[in-house]
């Protein structure tokens, strides 16, 4: 028997330590529930699914306290105390399920794995030649014994779970709290289906029984499980709540693998490669990895042990005949998932409704009621094979030279035939195959976008193209061709041009404008009302253009002219694209263009602009700077005694005049003691006082109110308050849940400005 000292990991006697185990069964459990727990969650329990995940990790404790007392009576492994306990015929019934359930797991396993690489990395690659390198690859792993393999996962754990923490990290900056509500709407048999989901990503915890005999300090076996359950579960909880806050309840249930998904979702400033989903995959690649050698290395196991009942005895090269075998059973039943969706539902159900109930159910009743020759091998040839087989995973078996390759940065879609006739036939002139992981911008000309079923189907199919970053942004224009025209004026690419054209424009966040990744959630969720920047020619623009956005104008406003640094940020290009409008995207369709001024006020509602820079009044400029805006809905009797439903609008910060004046004719008080007018220049902050901030206040609340008023006669909501219904107010949310469309029909928007002009 080992002597751990010092947590020493590199013994050679078939044993392994505490912390290997707590490793091992942290690769186990993050693998399969980290790509399918959040979309069973969402689907079965939405926003309550984290109370499924706290309830199923609260049970899996329970479970393991029964599992300590269960290992305090095993004299020898597992598999020979079913023996000893349950009898001869009965043990061998019940290493029969075991056996089954690992072979059915490492298919399912094989099968997700494949799958996963298909989609995501390796797309025109045979399905037969992936599975084949990834079972050989396990074959390899399997001639290391427990021991190698668990040096493997402890030298390569931190290496995986830093990078996993700093993306999720990296995510956080696109959650929206407002999706985490309302919570506690999911009836209890849809939260007891879900914390059933949850306790079969656990139900591998009961191979604690299994490891007993390959543990150096068995002590330590149920207490390494423990801290693995705590350390996914921990996992698990915040990778719910970050997906919930990014994609929705509703679109989340959607999705195949939204925790791969996720990264795509992220914006990265200025970066080339848009498709920073691809980062993931590592991740993914060696749990599932480790899943599967469990898996296999178990069945193996007690395939070993009916050959040694039978008297047989493999020794040397002839111990790794079971392996082999196994994956060779493996990969004629991961084909038969590959190939036959009726026998995939089959082996899904057998697993989750029969399987869970079997692994965890055996020890519950027990309570109720040889050696293997050393195999060295040194751990980091292994370390190497899984890096080299993952690089080429992430390089692809069939790359082409990069001369044969294109990588369009830009877009355009006209209309469906030639979205399905030119896009989807991946191909330019010249046979060069089409790359698109570095797409920047897609530009949809607008008769197209106005079309909702045909968008739909774009959309479709747009989001099972895997190689299409989430986080390319959407733009319209009235032609793509006219727009091309004026790619030789600019410095750079047009889709170059375009990105720079949204991410450098001054005083607004980048996650003010929508990406593919927003309008396909939108499809599901319902919730936001988003801005499309509308694309033109400056000088040039078209006269429909004109009528829609003209005619809505309020006041004049003045934006990035206003301060000489920000014209040099953003310069007048006239004969060069420029955002002249906006085509509001409202419930997964478009809902008709507005001017800039209602973008940028609802830019500024949404606490989406660093700066708000306007004309209040013929010859008063002002600049807001840090400005917060706090929306709550409230109710008042209006005229003739009808409850009215308000938005307010609290607007607080601070502000600077730019120049002009402020009429004291539009306060009472003023006009009564004969004072007309009071100008206020750059030289005069030293005489602003509570009254002149008073009346630039409620100059700005008007402004903001005929705007929010014009664009509700729209039913465009600006503040866009429908989104924070479930946390702000849970009766306004469960009456318009199954008829949003009424919300901006009842609605009155108020603004209350209260900011504090800056005197010097």
């Not at 008829?739 to 504090?756: M, T």
């Amino acid at each position: 028997m080992l002597e751990e000292i010092g947590g020493s990991m590199f013994s050679e006697n078939n044993q392994i330590s505490g912390r290997q185990v707590f490793r091992l069964l942290t690769y186990d459990f993050l693998g399969m529930g980290t790509l399918l727990l959040p979309t069973m969650l969402a689907d079965t329990a939405g926003r309550d699914g984290i109370f499924c995940i706290l309830a199923g990790i609260l049970s899996t404790f329970l479970y393991l306290k029964l599992l300590r007392y269960l290992l305090k009576g095993m004299k020898t492994s597992y598999p020979d105390f079913l023996k000893q306990k349950c009898g001869k015929i009965c043990g061998y019934v019940l290493w029969g399920g075991y056996f089954l359930y690992f072979i059915l797991m490492a298919s399912y396993t094989a099968y997700l794995f494949s799958t996963l690489m298909l989609n995501g990395l390796v797309e025109n690659i045979s399905f037969y030649l992936v599975l084949l390198l990834i079972l050989l690859l396990a074959f390899y792993g399997m001639a290391g014994g427990i021991e190698g393999r668990a040096r493997v996962y402890e030298i390569l754990f931190w290496f995986l779970m830093i990078p996993l923490f700093l993306m999720l990290f990296a995510a956080c900056r696109e959650v929206k709290p407002a999706y985490w509500s309302p919570v506690f709407v999911a009836d209890g048999k849809e939260v007891l289906s879900g914390s059933y989901y949850v306790l079969f990503c656990y139900s591998m915890v009961s191979i604690v029984l299994f490891l007993k005999e390959y543990v150096a300090d068995r002590r330590k076996c149920v207490g390494a499980a423990e801290k693995a359950v705590w350390f996914s579960g921990g996992v698990f909880a915040v990778l719910y709540l970050i997906l919930i806050g990014l994609f929705g309840a509703e679109a989340l249930a959607q999705m195949k693998f939204p925790a791969v998904t996720m990264m795509s979702r992220v914006q990265i400033t200025g970066g080339f490669l848009k498709r920073t989903d691809a980062f993931m995959f590592s991740i993914w690649f060696f749990t599932l990895y480790a899943m599967l050698n469990s898996m296999v290395f178990y069945s193996g196991n007690l395939a070993a042990k009916v050959i040694r009942d039978c008297g047989g005895y493999l020794e040397g090269k002839k111990r790794m005949l079971p392996y082999l075998i196994l994956l060779l059973l493996v990969y004629g039943v991961t084909v038969l998932l590959y190939r036959n969706q009726q026998f995939l539902d089959c082996v899904t159900f057998l697993l989750w409704k029969i399987g869970t109930p079997f692994v965890v159910g055996v020890p519950v009743l027990l309570c109720l009621t040889g050696e293997r020759k050393k195999h060295k091998k040194k751990v980091r040839v292994l370390v190497l094979v899984c890096f080299l087989f993952g690089c080429l995973f992430l390089q692809g078996c069939n790359v082409a030279e990069l001369e044969d390759k294109a990588f369009p940065v830009l877009l355009n879609i006209r209309d469906q035939d030639d979205f399905q006739n030119v896009w989807l036939n991946h191909e330019y002139a010249g046979n060069k195959e089409v790359d698109y992981n570095h797409l920047k911008v897609v530009l949809i000309e607008r008769s197209f976008l106005e079309k909702e079923a045909e968008v739909e189907d774009m959309l479709s199919m747009l989001e099972q193209e895997k190689e299409v970053p989430w986080n390319a942004y959407v733009m319209t224009t009235e032609s793509c061709d006219r727009l091309a025209q004026t790619e030789g004026k600019l410095d750079t690419l047009l889709g170059n041009y375009l990105e720079e054209l949204l991410e450098n424009t001054s005083g607004i966040d980048q996650k003010a404008y929508p990406t593919l990744g927003m309008l396909y959630e939108e499809r599901a969720n319902h919730l936001e009302t988003l801005y499309i920047p509308f694309v033109d020619i400056e000088g040039e623009q078209s006269g429909a253009v004109q009528d829609d956005t003209e005619k809505e104008k309020q006041s004049a406003t003045v934006w990035d002219d206003m301060e000489k640094e920000e014209e040099e940020q953003q310069p007048v290009m006239t004969g060069k694209p420029q955002i002249t409008a906006y085509e509001v995207w409202k419930r997964g369709r478009a809902a008709g263009l507005v001017d800039t001024d209602t973008a940028r006020a609802a830019f500024f509602t949404q606490n989406f602009a660093d700066d708000y820079t306007l004309q209040l009044a013929p010859e008063l400029y002002v600049k807001v700077d840090a400005a917060s805006c706090r929306v709550k809905e409230t109710e008042k009797i209006g005229a003739g005694g009808l409850t009215e439903q308000i938005v307010t609008v609290t607007v607080t910060g601070e502000g600077e005049i730019l120049s002009g004046t402020v009429s004291a004719s539009e306060n009472p008080a003023n006009t009564e003691a004969g004072n007309t007018e009071t100008n206020i220049t750059n030289t005069s902050y030293e005489k602003m006082t509570r009254e002149k901030e008073q009346i630039i206040n409620t100059r700005m609340e008007d402004y903001l109110n005929a705007i929010a008023a014009h664009a509700l006669e729209k039913e465009i909501d600006i503040t866009n308050s429908y989104r924070n219904l479930g946390a702000d107010n849970r009766t306004w949310y469960f009456k318009y849940q199954n008829n949003p469309a009424a919300y901006e029909k009842d609605i009155k928007i108020q603004y209350l400005v209260e900011i504090n002009w800056k005197s010097e």
